[in-house]
C-alpha cells in the first residue's frame, strides 16, 4: 500500500520538474521582434535565389551564416563606424571560413589543433571587451559548423567544393547586409540607427581574466577538440554532430546561470529531431521530386534562420532550436538520409550537448568549491 509520504513526494517532485521546465521554455514576448526578422528574410532571399541560379547550393549555408552573424555582430551607429566593424567581422569570418574548408579533408588531429585553437582564442577574446567576445563566440560556432559541412562535402565525389567558394560566399553574406544598413541608413535620413540587436552586450571595454575563468576556457578548448577529435578519429557515421551540438550547448562562460545551459542543451536536442525528420523526407524521393525536396528543405533552412532573428530573445531554447536545425538541415542536406542515419545524428546530438553540460557543472562546482576555500593562514 502506498504510503502517505510517497503520495506526497511524487506530486511534489513532478511539481519540481514541471516548475523547471517551465522556466526553460518561459516565453519574453517583449523580446520579439518580427520586423528584424521580415528584414533577415528580405536579404537571404538574395543568395537563395543566386545560388539556385548557378546550381551551387553547397555554398547556401556559408552565405547564410555570413549574413546571419554580421547583422549578430552589427555594433550600431553611424553607417561608417558600423561599416569599418562589420568589416573586420566579415574579414576574420572569411579567415575563419577559409580555414575550416581548407583542412575540411585532412587528417583528424589536424582538425582537433585547429577547433582547440579557435577556441582557445575565442574564449580568450573576453579581454576586449563583453561585445567582442560575444562576435568571437559567433565565429566559434561557424568555424565548428563549417569544418561539419567541408568533411560532409569532401565526402561525395559528385560534388565539387571550392575552398575559395565558401569564402567569396560567407563575404557576400556579409557585405548584402553591410548593404542593407547602408539602404536603411539613407532611408533614415544619414541618422546614427541603434545596434539591430540591443540585447546583445555592447560594451567594450578591456576585462581582465580571472584564474578561474581561464580556467574554463582553457576547458572549453579541450572539450571542443576533445569531441572533434572524437568524432572525426574514431571516423563515426555523422559524427561530426557531436562537435556542433557541444558548441552550440556550451555557454560561454562560468557566470552564466544552470538554466542557460538547460536552454541550449534542449535546443541542441529539439533542432537536431526536427532536422532528423527533416532529412528524412527526401529519402525514398528520386528526379524531379527529389530536387523539389531538397530546395522545398533549403527554404525550411531559411525560415528557420529567419524565426531564429524573430525570436532571439523570446526563448532561448527556442532559439537554439531554430538555429541548430537550420544548420545541420543544410549540413547534411548533399547526403541522402534514411532511418539508421537519423538515429546516428540524434545520439550523437545527444553525446555532444551532454558532454558539453557535463563539463560546464564540473566547471561550476570546481569554481563554487574554489570560491568558498577558506584563505590560508600565514
Known sequence: MTSATERDGQPAHRGKTMSWLSKV???????????????????GLVPLIVFWAI??????????????FTSLADPGGGFGYRASHNAVFALIGAGITALAFGIGGEAWGWLALAAFVVTLV??????????????????NVWFIVAV??????????????YTWAQVLAWAGGAALWILMTFVEWLIRGRQDLPQPFA?????????????????????????????VALAF??????????????????????????????????????????????LLLPASETGLRFFAMTRGLEIVALVLFVHAVGIRFLNYALYSAAIAAGALILTD??????YAAEGYRVLWTVCGAGISLIV??????????????????A
Open 122 to 139: 575565442a574564449g580568450l577574446s573576453l579581454t576586449f571587451g563583453v561585445h567582442r567576445f560575444v562576435n568571437a563566440m559567433l565565429l
Open 148 to 161: 561539419g559541412l567541408a568533411f560532409n562535402l569532401h565526402q561525395h565525389a559528385r560534388i565539387t567544393d
Open 360 to 377: 560546464m557543472l564540473l566547471a561550476g562546482l570546481l569554481a563554487k568549491r574554489t570560491a568558498n576555500r577558506p584563505p590560508r593562514s
Open 55 to 68: 546550381g551551387h547550393e553547397e555554398y547556401l549555408l556559408s552565405a547564410l551564416f555570413g549574413m546571419l
Open 233 to 278: 578519429g574514431l571516423d563515426l557515421s555523422y559524427g561530426y554532430w557531436i562537435p556542433i551540438a557541444a558548441i552550440i550547448a556550451m555557454k560561454p562562460s562560468l557566470e552564466q546561470s544552470t538554466l542557460v545551459s538547460a536552454q541550449r542543451l534542449s535546443g541542441a536536442f529539439i533542432g537536431a529531431i526536427a532536422a532528423a525528420l527533416l
Open 333 to 338: 542536406l548533399p547526403q541522402p538520409s534514411h
Open 25 to 43: 521554455f518561459e516565453l519574453n514576448h517583449a523580446g520579439v521582434n518580427w520586423q528584424r526578422a521580415v528584414v533577415f528574410l528580405d536579404v
Open 199 to 227: 540585447e546583445i552586450p555592447g560594451d567594450t571595454s578591456h576585462k581582465k581574466l580571472t584564474p578561474p575563468i581561464i580556467v574554463f576556457v582553457a576547458l572549453r578548448a579541450l572539450v571542443i577538440g576533445g569531441t
